[in-house]
Each structure stands twice: as C-alpha cells, then as structure tokens.
C-alpha cells in the first residue's frame, strides 16, 4: 500500500526541486524525505527521481505518478473528512433507500425536502422494491435502509446481520361514490355488507390484491371485481363512475377525487411497516437522521388519519 506522506513529498520534491526544500516545506528532514521516496519507488516497482547537479528531479514515471496524487490525497481527505463528520453526529454523503411504492409515496417521499434543507450534504436516493428483494439490498451492502411490510400479519424474515423497527401501521379504508349506498351509513362498514357490490382492485399477484383478498378469506362468496388496475388514483377514479367501489391504504391515499368519500371498515386489513438496516451502520449519523425522519412523519400520517 502506497504511503500517501511519501506521494506528498515527491509532489513537494517536484515543486521544489531539492531534497532540503521539500522537507522543510513538509516539516521533515531532508533523510527523512530520502527515505520516504525510496520505499516509495521499492512499492511502485519503478525509478521515480534521478539526479540533476545538485537538484533532483522526477523521472517520466515519478511526474505521473505525481500528476496522479492529488486525486489520491483529495479522495482521502474527503473520507477523513467523512469519518470526523460521522463521529461529530453530521449527516453527509449518499443514503440509499429501498421501500415499497405505497411506503415511497406515504412516508418516503414527504420528508426529502426537509432531510435536503437540513443536511444539504447528504444525498438520499430512493428505489422502488418488494420487500424480499429490499432486505436482501441492505445485506449485501445495495441498500442502506429498506421500508418493508408484513405478508399477511407475518413479519419479513431478516438476518441477525440486519436490525429491524416497526414504523407504522397501515390501514385500508373504503373508497365509495358520493352517491352509493354505503356513503350514506353511519359508524364503521360492515365487511358482510360488502358482498353484494362491485370492486376495482389491483392486479392478482401485487401485495395489495393479496390484501384485498383479505376481506373475503372467511366467506364463501368472491368478490365481483369488474376492474384490475395497480394505480390507486386510478381506482378512485373509477370509484367515481359509481360503478365500483376500491379498498385503498392509507398510506398511498391523495386526495380523493371530487365524488368519492372513504369510508372506514370495522374489520379493516392491516400491514406493519417496519425498517431494515445493518446492525454494522447502527451508528451511521445519516441513517439515524433519516430514521428519525420518516417515523415523526409515520406519526403525523397516523394523527392525520384518525
């Protein structure tokens, strides 16, 4: 491994052109310096400096290695600079987030405009992913945090490489026209009153069918969906129509369109929405601001919603 105090002084030998110089300039001795540079051509395997009279000067391969240098001393000094950053509590540098699209939407996405005002030296990239592939993210190092959801009330398994935090509870409510039936009742829907209407849902094989179909595990009857359509707003739109009513989480809720209403389910589905990140960057000053970040907003999104 190439000593960088050895790359320092052979630039500070091409500045200065004598051995006293650059060592005066480095704060070392002129043997001192000598030494440096000669272990220095011993690693890189090739003559670096030759003499010139009483100077010295750099052969071709000693002034490209120099040319080099600074890149070298720079990506150095930025990860010093990193690790006191880190040690003093500062969020800097780049945080991947993995999540699925209803957590990017509900709980991701409201906070990256005050974690960008705050830390403006922390960059914090977001990718859309189911929650097997997310975990397996943050474990092989892809990944520094991942939002990942129960499949019908089991947790998603994580290693004893990984930690993991509950953030939220999410909960489905009832997307009706403002002129159907059910927008007219009082307290919480019935699930037994549902059976008879008609449903847009997302497509078989997504998360949120599976969770749709929920509802219906204990009765005989299946539910007449008449639409397959993965983007909620979309759903509320045909929710509009008056044809068809939707189960939508809360968590990827907009406003509703003019003409829908949600309407709460006494036996609502659930999902657990829970953190994920390697217990080795428990301390990572940017994961614990981001952290923080996104559980005061689960917070806020669960007093907006009761």
Request: a negative charge; charged letters at 20%.
């Amino acid at each position: 491994m190439i000593d960088v105090s050895a790359l320092q002084a052979l630039r500070a030998l091409a500045d200065f052109g004598t051995m006293s110089r650059a060592a005066a300039d480095l704060g070392f001795t002129a043997s001192a310096i000598s030494q440096k540079l000669k272990r220095l051509e011993n690693e890189v395997g090739v003559q670096l400096i030759s003499p010139a009279g009483r100077r010295v000067v750099l052969t071709p391969a000693g002034r490209a290695l120099v040319e080099t240098a600074p890149e070298v001393v720079q990506a150095l000094e930025r990860s010093m600079s990193a690790a006191r950053s880190a040690d003093a509590g500062v969020p800097r540098g780049r945080f991947r987030i993995v999540a699925f699209s209803t957590a990017v939407r509900g709980i991701v996405a409201p906070v990256l405009a005050n974690l960008s005002g705050e830390f403006p030296d922390l960059r914090v990239e977001v990718v859309e992913s189911d929650p097997d592939p997310a975990v397996y993210a943050v474990e092989s190092g892809g990944a520094d945090l991942a939002l990942v959801h129960d499949a019908d009330g089991v947790p998603t398994p994580v290693s004893a490489a990984l930690r993991q935090s509950h953030v939220h509870t999410d909960i489905g409510d009832l997307a009706v026209a403002s002129s159907h039936p059910l927008a007219r009742q009082s307290g919480d829907i019935e699930l037994n009153d549902l059976n008879s209407y008609r449903w847009v849902t997302s497509p078989p094989g997504t998360v949120c069918h599976q969770w749709f179909q929920r509802l219906f595990a204990v009765g005989d009857d299946e539910p007449d969906v008449v639409h397959s359509v993965d983007d909620f707003s979309t759903q509320m739109a045909l929710v509009a129509s008056g044809g068809v009513v939707a189960l939508i989480p809360r968590l990827a809720r907009a406003t509703p369109p003019a003409g829908v209403e949600l309407r709460t389910l006494k036996q609502a589905p659930r999902r657990e929405v829970s953190a994920v990140w390697r217990r080795s960057g428990q301390d990572d000053p940017s994961l614990r601001a981001v952290l923080a970040a996104l559980k005061a907003q689960t917070t806020r999104a669960a007093d907006r919603s009761t």
